[in-house]
T-cell receptor, first 109, second 115 residues
Framework: AQRVTQPEKLLSVFKGAPVELKCNYS??????LFWYVQYSRQRLQLLLR??SRESIKGFTADLNKGETSFHLKKPFAQEEDSAMYYC???????????FGTGTQLKVEL | DGGITQSPKYLFRKEGQNVTLSCEQN?????MYWYRQDPGQGLRLIYY???????QKGDIAEGYSVSREKKESFPLTVTSAQKNPTAFYLC??????????????FGPGTRLTVL
């Protein structure tokens, strides 16, 4: 069965501190990997996808196929990064996403 | 925010009643999806449709039904058979064309409460 694990329900860091949101997946084949973000009172939206290898809003995500992990990182957290983050592999028929349970990131001053 | 709309924003239903949630998109996307979001459980896929007049069950389809008669519209009916329908429902759409290849665009959601 396809599974996504985000072990931290809540992650609280101070502004300027490094951030790492963990994601481990168990998936058949080689899924395409995404991070989605939901800011307060906004829609769920794509943050970044592995295949594009972009850095969005200072975030990067490294795929480790050996560990089947896709952790999201940012060297210096900003207050506006406070949001709910979802890791979501895509695979199987229909290009279906499987969402993790999400990590609420809170950046404190 | 245009693109994909959901209505109503809030919906109250009595037990035993069916209710239909609307989802419309003007992005010309082929694929559309319905998710249910519960606290602590992330998003779970209810139904999805890759093309007009075709749809497939997701992980938690029991007690729900959909139709896809038009490309722009993918309504979700929550039937009285759904045991725990109170939740936040999200609709999304996607296409397979560059540059938004496989990116899912989400609506604002409908919060359904069963009284």
């Amino acid at each position: 069965a396809q599974r996504v694990t985000q072990p931290e329900k809540l992650l609280s860091v101070f502004k300027g501190a490094p951030v790492e949101l963990k994601c481990n997946y168990s998936y058949s084949g080689s899924p395409e990997l995404f991070w989605y973000v939901q800011y307060s009172r906004q829609r769920l939206q794509l943050l970044l996808r592995h295949i594009s290898r972009e850095s969005i809003k200072g975030f990067t995500a490294d795929l480790n196929k050996g560990e089947t992990s896709f952790h999201l990182k940012k060297p210096f957290a900003q207050e506006e990064d406070s949001a709910m983050y979802y890791c979501a592999p895509m695979g199987g028929g229909g290009n279906k996403l499987t969402f993790g349970t999400g990590t609420q990131l809170k950046v404190e001053l | 925010d245009g693109g994909i709309t959901q209505s109503p924003k809030y919906l109250f239903r009595k037990e035993g009643q069916n209710v239909t949630l609307s989802c419309e998109q003007n992005l010309n996307h082929d694929a559309m999806y319905w998710y249910r979001q519960d606290p602590g459980q992330g998003l779970r896929l209810i139904y999805y449709s890759q093309i007009v007049n075709d749809f497939q069950k997701g992980d938690i389809a029991e007690g729900y039904s959909v139709s896809r008669e038009k490309k722009e519209s993918f309504p979700l009916t929550v039937t009285s058979a759904q045991k725990n329908p109170t939740a936040f429902y999200l609709c999304a759409s996607s296409n397979e064309h560059y540059p938004s290849y496989n990116e899912q665009f989400f609506g604002p959601g409908t919060r359904l409460t069963v009284l």
